[in-house]
C-alpha cells in the first residue's frame, strides 16, 4: 500500500500548506470521504470490511474519497493510522453501533491528523485556536452518522414548544423540500449566536457534512429523517417529483439486507 491515508497529498500539504486554513480544507476533505462510507457508500464500505481479512482501516483521502485497506508499513507512519482492524468486530455488533464506533475512532484519527499537520507546521496557540474553531464548527462524523447532527435548535429564552415544533423544515412532498432557517429574535442576540450555531448543525447534510445554503435542492429520507444534498444522493427535483417516499441509500441497504 504506497498511498494509504493520503501519502502524496501529505507531501504536498507539507510543501504548499502552511496556514490553519490550508489544514482545516485538508481535514474537511478528509471527513467528507469518511461520510460518504459510512452513509451513501455504507453497502460497500460493509462488504468491504470482511472480518475473514486482515487487519483493516478505513481512510479519508484529501481528495474527499476513502479506502479501505491495510495499515501502512513505514514505521513510524508519515501520518497518524486509523483505527486498526475495523472488520474484525463487523459480525459481532449490530450494524448501527458498530458503525458508530467506526465513526468515533475516525472523528478521533481526523483531529490527530490535522494537529499532527499543525505540529509540523509549528503552529502557534493562535493558529491551533483557530484551526479547531473551525473543525468544531462542522459537525462530527459520529453525529452525522447517528442522526445527532439533525437535531432541531432548540427554542430561544420566551419560546414555547409549538414555536419549536414550527422551527422544523417542511416535510409537507418532502422531495421538494428545502430546509429553511428559523429566524432569530433581534433582542437576543447571544442566545441567537447559539442558536445559529445549533441551527447549521440541524441543517447539516448527511452524506458531506455541509450545512444548508440558500437555494440549494435537499431531500428529506422518510425512513431516517435525515435531510441530503440531492447532488449528494443523485436525486435532482425533477427526478423527485416522482418519489412518494424517498428512502436514502443507507436505509436502502439496510433493508435489502433484513
Same mark, same amino acid.
Given at each position: +500500500?504506497?498511498?494509504?491515508?493520503?501519502?502524496?497529498?501529505?507531501?504536498?500539504?507539507?510543501?504548499?500548506?502552511?496556514?490553519?486554513?490550508?489544514?482545516?480544507?485538508?481535514?474537511?476533505?478528509?471527513?467528507?470521504?469518511?461520510?460518504?462510507?459510512?452513509?451513501?457508500? =455504507?453497502?460497500?464500505?460493509?462488504?468491504?470490511?470482511?472480518?475473514?481479512?486482515?487487519?483493516?482501516?478505513?481512510?479519508?483521502?484529501? #481528495?474527499?474519497?476513502?479506502? =479501505?485497506?491495510?495499515?501502512?508499513?513505514?514505521?513510524? /507512519?508519515?501520518? /497518524?493510522?486509523?483505527?486498526?482492524?475495523?472488520?474484525?468486530?463487523?459480525?459481532? +455488533?449490530?450494524?448501527?453501533?458498530?458503525?458508530?464506533?467506526?465513526?468515533?475512532?475516525?472523528?478521533?484519527?481526523?483531529?490527530? =491528523?490535522?494537529? $499532527?499537520?499543525?505540529?509540523?507546521?509549528?503552529?502557534?496557540?493562535?493558529? %491551533? %485556536?483557530?484551526?479547531?474553531? +473551525?473543525?468544531?464548527?462542522?459537525?462530527?462524523?459520529?453525529?452525522?452518522?447517528?442522526?445527532?447532527?439533525?437535531?432541531?435548535?432548540?427554542?430561544?429564552?420566551?419560546?414555547?414548544?409549538?414555536?419549536?415544533?414550527?422551527?422544523?423544515?417542511?416535510?409537507?412532498?418532502?422531495? #421538494?423540500?428545502?430546509?429553511?432557517?428559523?429566524?432569530?429574535?433581534?433582542?437576543?442576540?447571544?442566545?441567537?449566536?447559539?442558536? !445559529?450555531?445549533?441551527?447549521?448543525? !440541524? $441543517?447539516?447534510?448527511?452524506?458531506?457534512?455541509? @450545512? $444548508? =445554503?440558500?437555494?440549494?435542492?435537499? &431531500?428529506?429520507?422518510? &425512513?431516517?429523517?435525515?435531510?441530503?444534498?440531492?447532488?449528494?444522493?443523485?436525486? @435532482?427535483?425533477?427526478?423527485?417529483?416522482?418519489?412518494?417516499? $424517498?428512502?436514502? /441509500?443507507?436505509?436502502?441497504?439496510?433493508?435489502?439486507?433484513?
Amino acid at each position: +500500500m504506497d498511498d494509504a491515508g493520503g501519502g502524496v497529498a501529505a507531501a504536498a500539504l507539507n510543501h504548499h500548506a502552511r496556514s490553519p486554513e490550508d489544514v482545516f480544507r485538508d481535514f474537511r476533505a478528509r471527513r467528507a470521504g469518511i461520510v460518504k462510507a459510512l452513509t451513501t457508500d =455504507v453497502e460497500k464500505f460493509y462488504q468491504l470490511c470482511d472480518p475473514e481479512k486482515e487487519n483493516l482501516c478505513l481512510y479519508g483521502l484529501p #481528495n474527499e474519497t476513502w479506502e =479501505v485497506t491495510l495499515p501502512a508499513e513505514e514505521v513510524p /507512519p508519515e501520518l /497518524p493510522e486509523p483505527a486498526l482492524g475495523i472488520n474484525f468486530a463487523r459480525d459481532g +455488533m449490530a450494524e448501527k453501533d458498530w458503525l458508530s464506533l467506526v465513526a468515533v475512532h475516525s472523528d478521533a484519527w481526523l483531529l490527530s =491528523v490535522a494537529f $499532527y499537520f499543525g505540529a509540523r507546521f509549528g503552529f502557534d496557540k493562535e493558529a %491551533r %485556536r483557530r484551526l479547531f474553531t +473551525m473543525i468544531n464548527g462542522l459537525p462530527t462524523v459520529y453525529e452525522i452518522v447517528t442522526g445527532v447532527a439533525k437535531k432541531q435548535p432548540k427554542p430561544s429564552n420566551g419560546s414555547s414548544k409549538s414555536g419549536k415544533s414550527n422551527s422544523k423544515p417542511s416535510r409537507h412532498s418532502n422531495s #421538494n423540500s428545502k430546509p429553511v432557517k428559523p429566524a432569530q429574535p433581534k433582542d437576543e442576540e447571544e442566545d441567537g449566536q447559539e442558536d !445559529a450555531q445549533e441551527e447549521e448543525q !440541524a $441543517y447539516s447534510c448527511a452524506s458531506c457534512g455541509e @450545512t $444548508y =445554503v440558500n437555494g440549494e435542492f435537499w &431531500i428529506c429520507c422518510d &425512513i431516517c429523517e435525515k435531510w441530503f444534498h440531492g447532488k449528494c444522493v443523485r436525486i @435532482t427535483p425533477a427526478k423527485a417529483e416522482h418519489i412518494k417516499h $424517498y428512502k436514502c /441509500p443507507a436505509c436502502s441497504s439496510k433493508r435489502s439486507r433484513e
